[in-house]
């Protein structure tokens, strides 16, 4: 299927109507990096690093993390990397740490929770990630922020962690990017300060609508059951997009949904410039995106949402199949 989309590998994404929809891929282990290339995706627009403490029956030493990190960047080769810290708990559970018996585990201590609580592997791998990068460009993605204040104690972790790098005398990042993923409805409206303060957010469509529609993203019964172009997901999605341009933050989306081709072309509608999907995706959605006229479609979108309908699906496949 890679051999279908190779002619336009190298082009860009570039709409009907002349918007550019900048195209990157998620990643979690060294075996994805060649797919940098093959897919042509701009950079690993998410670097899942808990995968890397998930196939291991020990917690990975600092030494083998920072080697590991900096294979990554080097077969990177100079294109961004967002390495999103480690989100553990919930659906992630590391077989050599002792579970927490928790009624709601989704609801529960995960992610960045565990790593301001308990910031000992936090701080380890940040130290990792100054020492892998060696004075090249760095980007940090903080997992689950629910509220500013959980931004800046990473923020703080993030500065302690250069402070002791710079006594030691090693070399920093000539550039370093710290961003958060939004993946809880609070964030959508924390205060202006965030959106400034922040290097980048990414929206982690998965987590994200799981909570907005409060429908577990690992039940069967109920995942599918909400659409994501459902008008008030879009909607508020849409949200977010008007408070990062009111703010010149830089927002991408990173979840399954960007892979998707109608669900790309849609978030795309809704003014996201930036997807992250695994990297089989990228051809079928760059090809996709190089037919469609966004405005065209952002007209459907909103004529559907005035019209009261559920979800802008059948609305936005109709218009689609008009425009083949
Ligand atoms: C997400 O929640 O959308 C996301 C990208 O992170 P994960 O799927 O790893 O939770
Ligand atoms: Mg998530």
Not at 23 to 40: F, K, T, W
Not at 236 to 257: M, Q, Y
């Amino acid at each position: 299927a890679q051999e279908r989309y190779a002619s336009i590998r190298d082009k860009p994404a570039t709409t009907k109507c002349g918007k550019t929809i900048s195209l990157h891929m998620n990643a979690g282990l060294m075996a994805d990096l060649p797919s940098l290339e093959g897919s042509g995706a701009e950079g690993v627009g998410l670097f899942r690093t808990e995968l890397q403490f998930l196939v291991r029956n020990q917690m990975p030493k600092r030494s083998e993390l920072s080697a590991l990190y900096a294979k990554v960047l080097d077969a990177a080769g100079g294109k961004r990397v967002v390495f999103r810290t480690l989100d553990i708990g919930s659906d992630k559970v590391l077989p050599y740490m002792k579970p927490n018996d928790e009624p709601n585990p989704a609801l529960g201590w995960r992610a960045i929770r565990v790593g301001l609580d308990k910031p000992g592997v936090m701080r380890m791998q940040l130290q990792a990630l100054l020492r892998a990068a060696n004075g090249r460009p760095l980007t940090i993605m903080f997992p689950f922020v629910a509220q500013y204040e959980e931004y800046t104690a990473a923020k703080a972790e993030m500065q302690k962690a250069i402070e002791r790098e710079r006594i030691l005398g090693h070399p920093l990042p000539e550039k370093l990017e710290i961003g958060a993923m939004l993946e809880t409805p609070s964030l959508a409206f924390a205060p202006d300060k965030f959106y400034e303060e922040v290097d980048f957010l990414s929206i982690g469509g998965n987590d994200l609508k799981q909570f907005f529609f409060a429908a577990d993203r690992e039940n069967e019964r109920v995942r599918r059951r909400y659409d994501t172009l459902n008008v008030s997901f879009l909607t508020f999605l849409g949200n977010i997009v008007k408070r990062c341009d009111a703010s010149g933050t830089a927002l991408s989306f990173c979840g399954e949904d960007a892979g998707r081709p109608v669900e790309a072309v849609c978030l795309a509608a809704m003014g996201m410039r930036t997807l992250s999907m695994r990297p089989a995706s990228i051809g079928p959605v760059k090809n996709i995106l190089r037919s469609i006229d966004l405005d065209g479609l952002r007209r459907v979108i909103e004529d559907a949402g005035l019209r009261g309908d559920q979800s802008v699906r059948p609305a936005v496949l109709d218009y689609l199949r008009k425009q083949s």
